[in-house]
């Protein structure tokens, strides 16, 4: 069970309403009037939870699981325990999430201004707004309605929030138009000034970041990322993308729709990612580059060239994985000859 402390729990839920939300069908002989009142995992369920299945390394678990209820694909329905009712999908893992949102929705937007927060004159907020202590809206500025601010957030002049975004605590922006529905958490940097200077004996000379960065509606900015503004092109986060803690995105980057961006990652100037490309953990992205539609840049990639769409690669300068691990082969039989003695 969730911490009471933190999370706020719904329910109980029929076990028909939990296969409804699942979009999932109930098996045969369970009752559909049956309550479930929470999650949990496979191996500390009992029998008012409901678990789900979405790998096959815990099949065993599966087996022996008391869960009341286990949200499965079909081919796994013969493993389950005696009494368990399944809800069956081919695509439980997301099953399962739409239920868990269910029974632990986010909490509602409270209307209100704190006291402390300092609200320029000029900046417009719309109904339903929560802004927290000690937040500061700038000149111009525009935030949208059911929005949340954490306190502390600085939202600088002429900035546009979009309705329903959630902005954490201590998030800063400027040069910035943000759309519907996102979030924005703890410690976000959005709109400094570009990595942009002149090199030169006599010193170093910054080049004005006269760029704006554009968030699409419904993206995912996780805690103590940073987007830097455009140079003149404006940096641009594609709709739906879920970018993780500690990315660090350059000037003029373009992200298509639906990117991942894992933590520690990062994407150096005027590099495009089309959409749905995947960048995992601690990768980085040379600048100047296109990545293909659908690429996956696997964790600690050095990218250095285009990638094309559809591709996976690997490793640093990152190569398509399968010449990765060829090479990576290769290398052992090496070493093991070399280590080996002479007969």
Request: charge should be negative.
């Amino acid at each position: 069970m969730a911490d009471p402390r933190f999370f706020t729990r719904a329910g109980p839920f029929r076990l028909c309403e939990l296969a409804e939300m699942a979009e999932a069908e109930l098996s045969a002989g369970a009752d559909p009037d049956a309550e479930i009142s929470d999650v949990a995992p496979l191996d500390s369920a009992e029998r008012h939870q409901v678990s789900f299945l979405d790998n096959r390394r815990y099949l065993d678990a599966f087996a022996k699981s008391r869960a009341g209820a286990c949200v499965a694909m079909p081919e796994h329905a013969d493993r389950a325990p005696d009494g368990m009712a399944l809800l069956i999908t081919d695509k439980p893992y997301r099953g399962y999430a739409r239920i868990a949102t269910s029974l632990y929705p986010e909490a509602p937007v409270v209307e209100g201004r704190h006291k402390s927060a300092d609200v320029d004159p000029t900046a417009v907020v719309g109904p339903g707004t929560s802004i927290g202590p000690g937040v500061t809206i700038g000149a111009a500025a525009e935030i949208g309605g059911n929005c949340q601010i954490g306190p502390n957030a600085v939202i600088g002049d002429g900035v546009v929030v979009g309705d329903g975004t959630r902005i954490g605590p201590n998030v800063s922006l400027s040069h910035c138009i943000i759309g519907r529905g996102c979030q924005i958490h703890a410690g976000v940097c959005v709109g400094n000034r570009g990595f942009g200077f002149a090199m030169d004996p006599e010193g170093f000379l910054d080049v004005p970041q006269l760029g704006r960065v554009l968030v699409e509606d419904g993206v995912e900015i996780g805690a103590n990322s940073t987007i830097d503004r455009g140079a003149g092109p404006d940096t641009i986060i594609g709709a739906g993308c879920k970018i993780d803690n500690l990315v660090q995105i350059g000037h003029n980057v373009q992200l298509g729709r639906g990117c991942v961006l894992v933590s520690q990652s990062g994407i150096a100037g005027s590099t495009k990612l089309e959409d749905f490309v995947v960048v995992a953990a601690q990768a980085g992205v040379t600048g100047h580059l296109t990545i293909g539609r659908g690429a996956q840049l696997a964790a600690q990639s050095g990218v250095m060239r285009d990638v094309p769409a559809g591709q996976s690669v690997c490793g640093s300068p990152a190569m398509p994985i399968r010449e990765f691990m060829r090479l990576a082969s290769s290398w052992r039989r090496q070493v093991k000859a070399k280590d080996k003695p002479n007969e």
